[in-house]
């Protein structure tokens, strides 16, 4: 990493590339560079994740390597009761009957993460799977934030909370009885990426990044520019979109942004 302003000596065919990474500014005709970087480089050192048909990131990269397609498709008795709009919908012959599925939603380590059994059945499954995923990365990183002398940050979003409009909505015997508060903090995305900070015991910022599909590519882009200008020395950045019921499909209208076929 380089810092401040000097002179190094580099084999002459590394010049070029320094000055068009933005990291020195002038380069010698001879093997010397003089350098006043305009940022740092970021590494990344660590990667989680879950997807339809890959439990972790090394089960997508060979799915991507062998081209396995991972969508799923259904009977229509493989179908999941839906909502009454895609119930009706289910009759048209531009229903799709496809969705990628993603394995063990309805599982989680709750005493592991210090939650009670009651607010882990009201927590959404979106804030569930990124907890785990956001402590899998930073093993997969070799770090302990607790031994970690740094600041780590957390910036993340997630999609909406269909598992509380499904299954919580009319359920107020199970509502009722962990109280508003844990209800406002499990089912909202205001609390994803403070939870993980909290349960993980991380001191950096805790952003929560919404805009709509490229909400993980956001919060990537502004996990790097927080450790550029030095607000944290290590982040978790990434996003979590699981819609409730799973196995269900779509209407598909010409001219939107969903798929034909799945």
Known sequence: ?????????????????????????????????????????????????????????????????????????????????????????????????????????????????????????????????????????????????????GPIGVFAGAGENTYYLQNLLSRRDVTDIVGWFTMMTSKQNDYLTTRVAYKLDLKGPALNIQTACSTALVAVCSAVQSLLSYQCDMALAGGVSITLPQRRGYLWQEGMIISPDG
């Not at 010698?28 to 590494?43: G, I, M």
């Open 1 to 149: 990493e380089l810092k401040g302003s000097g002179t190094i000596d580099v084999a002459p065919r590394f010049g070029p590339l320094l000055q068009s990474c933005g990291l020195v500014e002038t380069v010698n005709a001879s093997t010397s560079v003089v350098y006043a970087p305009t940022s740092t480089l970021s590494a990344i050192v660590g990667m989680a994740g879950r997807f339809p048909g890959a439990r972790n990131v090394a089960q997508l990269w060979q799915n991507l390597l062998e081209a396995r397609e991972t969508i799923s498709h259904f009977r229509d008795d493989e179908l999941e009761a839906a909502p009454e709009e895609d119930m009706a919908a289910r009759a048209s012959r531009a229903y799709v009957r496809a969705r990628g599925i993603l394995d063990d939603v309805e599982m989680f380590d709750a005493n592991f993460f210090g939650i009670n059994l009651k607010e882990a059945e009201v927590l959404d499954p979106q804030h569930r799977v990124f907890l785990e995923t956001a402590w899998e990365a930073l093993e997969d990183a070799g770090y302990d934030p607790q031994r970690f002398a």
